[in-house]
């Protein structure tokens, strides 16, 4: 089969290479239209998920029929085949993830035929990033990560014929207004895709709704992108899936009985007449293509062929349709060329309710610990980028582990991976794979910070389960162990730093020899109980530490009158009560209050139990063991904060969806909490019934307090699944309001119960149907005072009353949604339900603050100092290279890229991360940075790297509301000069400006 696709191939080649030239790409090479006709653009497409019901490899070899009949690499083999016969037939590829490894696995006479099918415009990347990534859990950094890694495969195989221009998020569920900002930015004309709330399309069908100009920005100018939503979902017209896998009539039209062309085309024509009824230009979009189609190409082109010659034939005998095969991009070109006017859009499009019982709410939290797992990929991915470029690390072994992990990443924006929507195995692949590229991210990290540091030989080993309490580096022992911080971000920033150790007793000292403040503190009871948890070490060392770029400090072990041996656990570990009283607290902590052991209580049972540093005052209940008050930035508020569970019956990876609204529970009383009193660290553990605990924490110091959730292994009846959150409640008349970020960027504006566009159906899923997405914060306000709940990975959130705020942390179900994964998502791990960990961080604030401390917790807690151990040999030698400081960037700027690119090029990426109410314009130079690189010339590109901005022109479209039709077609250029300039010119060539939420992007071409 495949030697026979060789010589097709080649034969084709000789065909291709007869004919006289004329390559044309991108717009030239669209289909020419008709004027006065519905011109119907259809679009062969297949969707191709990197990961869903099968895995990655499987998908893409076609192993696993039995699960699914899904085989992508004979896909793009049997359309290439098919588009060398026709020079009218087209396709579009989206998933440059399984383009990239097909490419890898053909030969040169294919590639070359390849290569003229795309620089013809037959073969067209659309879409075109590593993934078609999810809109609700991605962070925007890692978005634009995995479109820099598509666009720069795409242009280094093909060059610019290959760089699409639309977006096609065909299948996400729910999208976000900074996935449309990403495409602006890009300089992409516009984006499609398939999944609305029903009522919002049925509006936008009913009054010709269906495109409209996004605008995508509150902050950013220009950030403008045409946005269009398909008529029926991605697939073909009914009864016209000409596929191998359906069973829809070919066309037969030969002299036969079966001879069936004119009912074949007049269905279709009242199909398309239906639909061009519900678009406003004489321009229709047919998609032809469903999930994982054309693996026998020949049987889609060839009906489709058949279909084309005979609605055409029509058009002699009067027929105003023309049939012709197009792609998105030349759709949305003759949409362009048509100078008609669009209605406009605002906010972004979630919840997605596909019916009024169906809201996809219950993805924004499926599987937790992937979600976060997904966002280590991302810190050590940053981590891994810079230090590869301070440290020129080029060797083939550096450069292909950095490659993979940028892979992986890209994978783990998919829609049905960062979602948690895939089956099991297809999650313990992820797993897999991110665990493989995060162990190579973690050696290249440890080869960079060998050259930049005075310890040439240190091991520089991660513990990727810190968040247990757990290392293998200092189980044995901390004693003499070198911690080395490793700080992603541009400015110095302080944190405190824990490390998992004996409990003994330690000195930490800096660099310079100077002590470090530290304590040691015990770790939660409830940690020390996780079954498959190793417990050499029962405490953390808590320090605090200041970090530029790089900084190492010193742990010792000491001598002192309060060391003592350490207790270990030797009773059966079973999550049972009773356990706390086995941990050995250090002295020096004072345990101020206890329910359990009532010869340690020192307060009083009806009163209440205040622990406070310098900055923040928190007064617990006694009685009822919540947190009632919080006093920080000037303000008190009486907050309570709890647990709640949403009891469901019919919930599932995709949908949450509530049974009755009274099965919502929330622990309002009997919380069983201890207080640790030391002098860095004040904690609060508290056990919340059988299956939820966390500890409550302020540093001396910061100004944010931490709530580390435990929660697990939740229990489940027969018939109901449970779905938990934390909740805080306050006193602040919110009015119905509450603020969520998009993406992690800007924040998008919710009101209860209400749309910008439609009226929801809120009769059957009132709570799901006021779920959002919060990819790093929500917040609601008064006019005196604001709470913001800040969170570690993606999950759903809601204010349900007003000065509430809630976050759904774990959900364990019994029942599949009915979407299509077909299992009840129920995790296991070490043999019982999954227990997950992370953590919410509240900011109490006066309402007339900046928000601008919100924007800078984000970015530490996003990507805080990555730690690594070696052990303190007493061999130093001075840095083979020395680490540059971004501290010249003004305050707001994020240094939200620096990677190597090509050999000799480095990417540089800068944003000024406040928005329009929080920041200003700022400017500042990067000759500094420049010349550390060694930098010959630097040139500015659109977002993603790949396209010279001064070569952006994108699609410019006119509001109904501008008054005017425009005369003649119109489009955005970039809106400021581009950066060019070479090592001989001034240090003033080298000055960038950015806008509030401005990013820009830069090649660095290197000595
Ligand atoms: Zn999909």
């Given at each position: 089969m495949k030697y026979l696709c060789g010589i097709v191939l080649f034969v084709a080649l000789l065909a291709l290479s007869v004919r006289p030239s004329e390559e044309a790409c991108g717009y030239e090479a669209c289909p020419k239209t008709k004027t006065n006709m519905i011109n119907i653009h259809m679009v062969p497409h297949s969707h191709d998920d990197v990961g869903w019901l099968k895995t990655v490899d499987q998908y893409f070899y076609g192993h696993k029929s039995n699960i699914q009949h899904a085989g992508v690499q004979y896909i793009i083999d049997t359309v290439i085949s098919e588009l060398i016969k026709d020079p009218a037939r087209r396709f579009i590829q989206v998933e440059t993830s399984f383009f990239a490894k097909w490419w890898s696995e053909q030969s040169e006479t294919a590639k070359q035929v390849v290569k003229k099918l795309v620089n013809e415009g037959r073969l067209e990347f659309t879409g075109g990033a590593w993934s078609m990534n999810d809109e609700a859990a991605v962070n925007y950094q890692s978005v634009i990560d995995q479109f820099t890694l598509g666009l720069k495969f795409l242009d280094d195989t093909f060059g610019s014929c290959a760089r699409p221009r639309i977006g096609w998020q065909i299948d996400p569920f729910g999208h976000s207004r900074e996935q449309a900002s990403i495409f602006a930015q890009m300089g992409y004309d516009g984006e499609f895709f398939a999944r609305m709330d029903h009522r919002d399309k049925n509006n936008r069908i009913d009054n010709l709704g269906m495109e409209m100009i996004w605008d995508a920005s509150e902050t950013l100018s220009n950030d403008e992108i045409f946005t269009g939503l398909l008529y029926r979902h991605y697939s073909a017209p009914p009864g016209y899936c000409f596929d191998v896998h359906c069973g829809d009539d070919p066309i037969i039209d030969t002299k036969s009985y079966d001879n069936n062309v004119k009912s074949r085309v007049d269905d279709f024509l009242s199909y398309v007449t239906e639909v061009a009824k519900h678009y406003r230009s004489n321009h229709i979009m047919i998609p032809m293509g469903d999930d994982f189609q054309y693996e026998d190409a020949q049987v889609n082109f060839k009906n489709m062929d058949k279909l084309i010659k005979y609605v055409n034939e029509r058009q002699a005998d009067g027929s105003t349709f023309n049939l012709f095969y197009s792609t998105p991009a030349c759709y949305l070109n003759s949409l362009h060329e048509g100078l008609q006017t669009w209605p406009n859009k605002t906010e972004d499009f979630f919840p997605y309710g596909s019916d009024d019982n169906s809201y996809w709410t219950g993805y924004f939290t499926s599987r937790p610990t992937q979600k976060r797992f997904e966002r280590d990929g991302n810190h050590i991915l940053q981590v891994a980028k810079q230090l590869s470029v301070f440290a020129e690390l080029t060797s083939k072994q550096q450069k292909e582990d950095l490659e993979y992990l940028r892979e992986i990443m890209g994978v783990m924006q998919h829609h049905d991976a960062i979602t948690g929507t895939e089956k099991q195995a297809v999650s313990n692949d992820y797993d897999r794979l991110l665990y493989d590229g995060i162990l190579g991210g973690v050696n290249t990290a440890r080869d960079g910070l060998r050259k930049l540091t005075n310890l040439p030989n240190g091991e520089f080993e991660s513990c990727l389960q810190l968040n247990i309490s757990e290392c293998a580096f200092t189980k044995d022992g901390a004693d003499n162990v070198v911690v080395t911080l490793y700080n992603p971000l541009a400015h110095t920033s302080t944190q405190y730093v824990r490390v998992p150790v004996k409990n003994e007793n330690y000195q930490v000292t800096d660099e310079k020899g100077r002590v470090v403040a530290s304590e040691v503190v015990p770790v939660a009871w409830q940690v020390l109980a996780l079954e498959f948890r190793n417990n050499d070490t029962q405490h953390e060392l808590v320090f605090k530490a200041s970090v530029d770029k790089i900084a190492s400090y010193y742990i010792k072990k000491v001598e002192s009158q309060e060391s003592r041996s350490v207790a270990v656990h030797t009773q059966p570990k079973k999550s049972s009560k009773g356990q706390e009283s086995n941990l050995e607290v250090p002295k020096r902590f004072k345990k101020m209050h206890s329910l359990k052991n009532a010869t340690e209580n020192y307060a009083d049972e009806d009163g209440e139990t205040v622990v406070q540093t310098s900055l923040i005052k928190l007064v617990i209940d006694n009685k009822t063991g919540l947190l009632k008050t919080v006093e920080m930035n000037g303000v008190s508020e009486n907050i309570d904060q709890s647990y709640g569970v949403y009891r469901t019956y019919d919930s599932g990876a995709y949908v949450f969806r509530q049974y009755h609204q009274a099965d919502f529970i929330i622990q309002d009383e009997g919380v069983e909490f201890t207080v640790y009193d030391g002098a860095l660290v004040k904690e609060i553990h508290q056990q919340f019934g059988d299956y939820v605990s966390q500890v409550i924490r302020i540093y001396e110091g910061k100004n944010i307090v931490e709530f580390e959730w435990q929660v697990g292994p939740i229990e489940r009846e027969e018939e109901f699944g449970r779905e938990v959150v934390i909740i805080f409640n306050s006193t602040i008349a919110s009015n119905g309001v509450s603020y969520t970020d998009s993406n992690g960027r800007e924040m998008i504006k919710r009101v209860k119960d209400e749309r910008e566009d439609f009226t929801p159906g809120l009769d059957r899923q009132p709570t799901a149907a006021n779920y959002y997405p919060v990819t790093s914060r929500i917040a609601l306000q008064d006019n005196n005072k604001r709470i913001a709940l800040l969170n570690d990975r993606a999950q759903g959130g809601a204010s349900m009353n007003d000065g509430q705020l809630e976050l759904m942390l774990h959900r364990r179900l019994v029942?599949?949604?009915?979407?299509?994964?077909?299992?009840?998502l129920n995790e296991e791990k070490y043999g019982q339900p999954m227990i997950a960990r992370g953590k919410v961080y509240l900011i109490l604030s006066p309402a007339d603050e900046s928000t601008a401390v919100e924007r800078e917790a984000e970015k530490e807690i996003h990507l805080p100092f990555w730690k690594f151990f070696s052990k303190n040999t007493g061999s130093t030698s001075a840095a083979a290279k020395s680490v540059p400081s971004?501290?010249?960037?003004?305050?707001?700027?994020?240094?939200?890229t620096l990677e190597p690119f090509n050999d000799d090029e480095v990417l540089l990426r800068v944003e000024n991360f406040l928005d329009h109410t929080e920041g200003k314009v700022v400017s500042f130079n990067i000759r500094p940075i420049f010349d550390y690189l060694n930098g010959v010339e630097i040139r500015e590109t659109t977002l993603d790297g790949n396209l010279p901005l001064s070569d952006m022109k994108r699609f410019k479209f006119h509001h109904d509301n501008s008054g005017h039709r425009p005369d003649n077609v119109e489009f955005y250029t970039s809106a400021h000069k581009p950066l060019a300039a070479e090592k001989a010119q001034e240090a003033s060539e080298f000055s960038v400006t950015l806008h509030p939420m401005q990013i820009r992007t830069f090649i660095i071409k290197t000595e």
């Open positions: 029942r599949d949604d009915g979407y299509g994964v077909g299992e009840a971004f501290e010249d960037f003004p305050k707001s700027v994020h240094l939200l």
